[in-house]
């Protein structure tokens, strides 16, 4: 196959060439042996991190799609495109000319055993070398992408609930994999998984034993404002004995870097909704309890040092959410931990708010909650990133999806553990999705006539 022949010569440690050579072999063969792939695979996976990024540049300069195979194809688009029948046949050899070689080759690995999550893992290698400043891999992601986005349909997954009775092996998961609430014993998983809660994953086909995603809910009556009330010390006592009425997602993880940004998540929470409907009819209500990770150091910390210029709120507007009396508090408290009089609000808020030393004073604590909360609600719903979306990823998220915002769900002291404090000063949120929403997407599933095998959907008939 001259079109997969090396445009340039790459460079790279020999076990780097090693594997790159392996790699033009296998496109030099109409069919690949698994093999050949399990050469490829244990080649890469014995290759250091370091390695990892030389190979990845190193695919990218010599197995490409050369210029002088697309060129002449693109030349014929102008006459083409008058005669509508030449054109479709000009779109045809335009797109199995420049087909990617890397993604013809990296579809076999899914006959492979281990073949996926080899994938997946291997994308999540090539987003860390991304962040670590390799060179412009987006190419290479896409492949990746494009074989993802066929492969984790509906069609492929399955959703379970992930209850104590499950496979020890899932339960660990469940344990080493959230990193919105982490847990560090099998106990705290127990209370993740008794009474009031449940936790949901989706499975793919090919990896049926390792959940690929996974949601922790806990069934309440009325929105619950504090993650204390889940899974903190009075956890015992929040449990409701009365009717529940409203299921509150409060974690949702993916276990699988490699799956970044496919949007697993908003399918999960559909399929849940609609199980929570089917098996738990009253629950009516459903909403999360969502943290706010940038809001103290990617947001307002920059704004109080004075490096905030990319923001929309600016340092003089920070009076209108702290009135006279807060900031009397502040400044005292200031003062207490050797600030000079007269300094500026920002450098009041700076100095409190960067040790936790505050949410020890209950004056001070009970002062701050409506101030804080306005302040955490025009992040979410003003600050936009440069795409005109929410600045804040978890808001993004939710809000993609459907759900919905106002001021009065912004809590603050809903988190007091040290992290919380230190991300976002103790606020959380409650993103409420609507039952208009999820009207919407009844109707949408229905359409498809059941998404996931193992689930029956009962449409017609059910009162919202």
């Given at each position: 196959?001259?079109?997969?022949?090396?445009?340039?010569?790459?460079?790279?440690?020999?076990?780097?060439?090693?594997?790159?050579?392996?790699?033009?072999?296998?496109?030099?063969?109409?069919?690949?042996?698994?093999?050949?792939?399990?050469?490829?695979?244990?080649?890469?996976?014995?290759?250091?991190?370091?390695?990892?990024?030389?190979?990845?540049?190193?695919?990218?300069?010599?197995?490409?799609?050369?210029?002088?195979?697309?060129?002449?194809?693109?030349?014929?688009?102008?006459?083409?495109?008058?005669?509508?029948?030449?054109?479709?046949?000009?779109?045809?050899?335009?797109?199995?000319?420049?087909?990617?070689?890397?993604?013809?080759?990296?579809?076999?690995?899914?006959?492979?055993?281990?073949?996926?999550?080899?994938l997946l893992d291997l994308r999540a290698d090539v987003l860390s070398a991304h962040?670590?400043?390799?060179?412009?891999?987006?190419?290479?992601?896409?492949?990746?992408?494009?074989?993802?986005?066929?492969?984790?349909?509906?069609?492929?997954?399955?959703?379970?609930?992930?209850?104590?009775?499950?496979?020890?092996?899932?339960?660990?998961?469940?344990?080493?994999?959230?990193?919105?609430?982490?847990?560090?014993?099998?106990?705290?998983?127990?209370?993740?998984?008794?009474?009031?809660?449940?936790?949901?994953?989706?499975?793919?086909?090919?990896?049926?034993?390792?959940?690929?995603?996974?949601?922790?809910?806990?069934?309440?009556?009325?929105?619950?404002?504090?993650?204390?009330?889940?899974?903190?010390?009075?956890?015992?006592?929040?449990a409701n004995n009365g009717r529940k009425d409203t299921a509150v997602f409060y974690?949702?993880?993916?276990?699988?870097?490699?799956?970044?940004?496919?949007?697993?998540?908003?399918?999960?929470?559909?399929?849940?909704?609609?199980?929570?409907?089917?098996?738990?009819?009253?629950?009516?209500?459903?909403?999360?309890?969502?943290p706010m990770p940038g809001f103290w150091r990617r947001y307002l910390l920059p704004?109080?040092?004075?490096?905030?210029?990319?923001?929309?709120?600016?340092?003089?507007?920070?009076?209108?959410?702290?009135?006279?009396?807060?900031?009397?508090?502040?400044?005292?408290?200031?003062?207490?931990?050797?600030?000079?009089?007269?300094?500026?609000?920002?450098?009041?808020?700076?100095?409190?708010?960067?040790?936790?030393?505050?949410?020890?004073?209950?004056?001070?604590?009970?002062?701050?909650?409506?101030?804080?909360?306005?302040?955490?609600?025009?992040?979410?719903?003003?600050?936009?990133?440069?795409?005109?979306?929410?600045?804040?990823?978890?808001?993004?998220?939710?809000?993609?999806?459907?759900?919905?915002?106002?001021?009065?769900?912004?809590?603050?002291?809903?988190?007091?553990?040290?992290?919380?404090?230190?991300?976002?000063?103790?606020?959380?949120?409650?993103?409420?999705?609507?039952?208009?929403?999820?009207?919407?997407?009844?109707?949408?599933?229905?359409?498809?006539?059941?998404?996931?095998?193992?689930?029956?959907?009962?449409?017609?008939?059910?009162?919202?």
């Amino acid at each position: 196959m001259a079109k997969n022949k090396p445009q340039s010569q790459f460079s790279g440690s020999g076990p780097v060439r090693a594997v790159i050579k392996s790699v033009q072999q296998a496109l030099e063969v109409p069919i690949v042996e698994n093999e050949v792939l399990e050469k490829i695979r244990s080649g890469y996976q014995a290759l250091s991190r370091e390695e990892k990024s030389a190979f990845f540049v190193s695919l990218l300069h010599t197995v490409e799609v050369p210029a002088e195979t697309a060129l002449p194809l693109l030349a014929q688009a102008a006459d083409a495109s008058a005669d509508p029948a030449a054109w479709r046949d000009l779109l045809v050899r335009i797109r199995a000319a420049v087909e990617s070689p890397r993604w013809r080759l990296l579809r076999h690995f899914v006959t492979l055993p281990g073949g996926l999550k080899f994938l997946l893992d291997l994308r999540a290698d090539v987003l860390s070398a991304h962040r670590q400043g390799a060179s412009d891999l987006k190419p290479l992601d896409s492949d990746l992408v494009r074989l993802f986005e066929s492969w984790f349909q509906p069609g492929f997954l399955t959703l379970k609930e992930i209850t104590l009775d499950s496979p020890y092996r899932q339960i660990e998961i469940i344990r080493d994999r959230d990193m919105v609430h982490p847990m560090t014993s099998l106990e705290e998983v127990a209370h993740r998984l008794g009474r009031d809660r449940r936790c949901f994953a989706l499975y793919h086909h090919v990896m049926p034993d390792e959940p690929v995603v996974f949601i922790e809910a806990f069934l309440a009556k009325g929105l619950v404002r504090s993650i204390q009330k889940i899974i903190g010390p009075g956890r015992e006592e929040s449990a409701n004995n009365g009717r529940k009425d409203t299921a509150v997602f409060y974690s949702i993880n993916n276990t699988q870097n490699g799956l970044s940004g496919l949007g697993l998540g908003k399918l999960l929470i559909f399929q849940v909704v609609e199980h929570l409907n089917r098996d738990v009819p009253e629950i009516r209500n459903f909403c999360t309890l969502s943290p706010m990770p940038g809001f103290w150091r990617r947001y307002l910390l920059p704004i109080l040092e004075g490096k905030g210029s990319g923001f929309r709120l600016k340092t003089e507007e920070l009076t209108r959410f702290f009135d006279k009396n807060v900031r009397g508090l502040l400044e005292a408290e200031y003062a207490t931990q050797g600030g000079k009089a007269g300094a500026d609000l920002a450098s009041v808020l700076l100095k409190v708010f960067s040790s936790a030393g505050w949410a020890e004073k209950p004056e001070l604590v009970s002062a701050l909650g409506r101030p804080l909360s306005r302040l955490g609600y025009y992040y979410l719903a003003e600050e936009k990133a440069g795409d005109g979306r929410p600045l804040d990823p978890v808001a993004n998220f939710h809000l993609g999806n459907g759900a919905t915002l106002a001021p009065g769900d912004v809590n603050f002291g809903a988190n007091w553990s040290p992290k919380g404090i230190e991300r976002s000063l103790s606020l959380m949120v409650n993103y409420v999705y609507s039952q208009s929403w999820r009207q919407q997407i009844r109707s949408s599933l229905s359409r498809l006539g059941g998404w996931l095998p193992g689930l029956s959907w009962p449409w017609t008939g059910r009162q919202q």
